[in-house]
């Protein structure tokens, strides 16, 4: 088991050695690949500076990417490092399947991020209306950053708002939730117990 956060560092390698080997892809990845997709710090800043010759008409390459990274150039590994993701990388044609999976790994570590913060709030004594406030505020900004998303967010904003009218209404004795018989299960994960239309999944070790 690893702490590592969700990343696809070989990914993040192939889109830099296509735009080595092609800078002209530049003009369609800048409007689909933002660099703080990047998990790689040394990749997101090599992709900035590549980012920032192409806006100023000027050619990409290695010598010029290492010269744009400013105080960077040393940290980064310079013409050497920058030269070296071109050997043994594949440089695609194609590179949408790799932008997806650098999008999906930002993405995974967006989530661990927020489910992070609101688990600190909820141990930290923070209001439901509070942890509830900050999770809609950071979807919102999911659809901005994440348009492919905006779907999810719907999705995740309307469980979010569900599941505390649930409980809202159960503190207030109104629930018509039924009780499963285990009060933890009712108390801390269903608001009350089991809803109408509602689908539930209990699942364990083998060992349990």
Avoid at 48 to 62: F, H, P
Avoid at 154 to 168: C, G, I, N, T, V
Wanted: glycine letters at 8%; a negative charge; hydrophobic letters at 40%.
């Amino acid at each position: 088991m690893t702490d590592e956060l969700p990343n696809s560092e070989d990914s993040e390698r192939a889109v830099l050695a296509s735009v080595l080997h092609t800078p002209s892809i530049l003009g369609e990845l800048k409007n689909e690949l933002a660099p703080e997709r990047f998990y790689s710090q040394t990749h997101r800043k090599i992709y900035t500076a590549m980012l920032a010759l192409y806006e100023d008409g000027e050619d990409v390459t290695s010598v010029t990417v290492a010269n744009n990274l400013n105080g960077s150039r040393e940290s980064v590994g310079g013409v050497t490092f920058i030269s070296g993701l071109l050997v043994g990388v594949p440089v695609m044609t194609n590179l949408k399947p790799y932008i997806k999976q650098i999008v999906s790994t930002a993405r995974k570590r967006w989530i661990i991020s927020l489910c992070e913060r609101l688990d600190g709030m909820a141990h930290n004594g923070e209001t439901e209306d509070e942890i509830l406030t900050l999770a809609a505020q950071r979807i919102d900004e999911a659809r901005t950053k994440l348009p492919q998303a905006k779907r999810r967010a719907r999705l995740l904003e309307s469980m979010l708002y569900d599941q505390a009218a649930r409980y809202r209404a159960w503190h207030k004795g109104i629930s018509n939730a039924l009780p499963t018989g285990f009060p933890e299960i009712d108390d801390h994960l269903l608001g009350g117990g089991l809803v109408g239309s509602g689908l539930y999944i209990l699942a364990a070790r083998p060992s349990m």
